[in-house]
């Protein structure tokens, strides 16, 4: 943006030239690699399961070789077009109807903080004691009473 005068780039294509650029030829290619895989893998699998003895093996051989190439190749040519070759030349055009924001004269001076609110936050409370607080009794307490009870009882 700094090197633009403070305005987003934008681009457009070079006018007059209609050539593909070499990442848009190398997707288009790993495109049609993955198509052709597409038909001719499933072809050679039918030619594989008819074609009998060595010849059954040839067609297996070139089922597999072309799945291998074409599902493997294509897309890491589509990849390698994407990351390492060179898209399509543009310039950058300024937009004529860009014009700079009026910045207003400092009227007065202008504080950095809202005014005070009307209603002020309540003052710091302590935490309640809670040592103080009577625990109930526990169930357990009053059955173990029984128990002791009960024995005495007994003997």
Not at 136 to 149: A, F, I, Q
Request: charged share 15%; aromatic share 8%; hydrophobic share 40%.
């Amino acid at each position: 943006m700094l090197a633009h005068g403070g305005m987003l780039p934008h681009y457009q294509p070079v006018p007059g030239e209609k050539e593909i650029s070499p990442r848009r030829k190398g997707v288009k290619q790993g495109a049609l690699l993955m198509l052709i895989g597409a038909v001719l893998v499933p072809i050679l699998a039918v030619f594989t399961s008819f074609a009998p003895g060595r010849l059954g093996i040839m067609f297996e051989f070139f089922t597999i070789l072309s799945g291998l190439f074409c599902f493997t190749g294509g897309p890491l040519r589509m990849l390698y077009a994407a990351i390492f070759e060179e898209g399509a030349r543009t310039q950058f055009v300024t937009p004529s109807s860009y014009a700079p924001p009026v910045i207003p004269a400092p009227a007065a001076r202008v504080s950095a903080l809202p005014p005070a609110s009307v209603n002020p936050a309540r003052p710091w409370q302590p935490r309640p004691q809670t040592a103080e607080i009577l625990q109930p009794p526990s169930v357990t307490d009053h059955t173990t009473r029984l128990l002791d009870k009960s024995d005495s009882n007994t003997d």
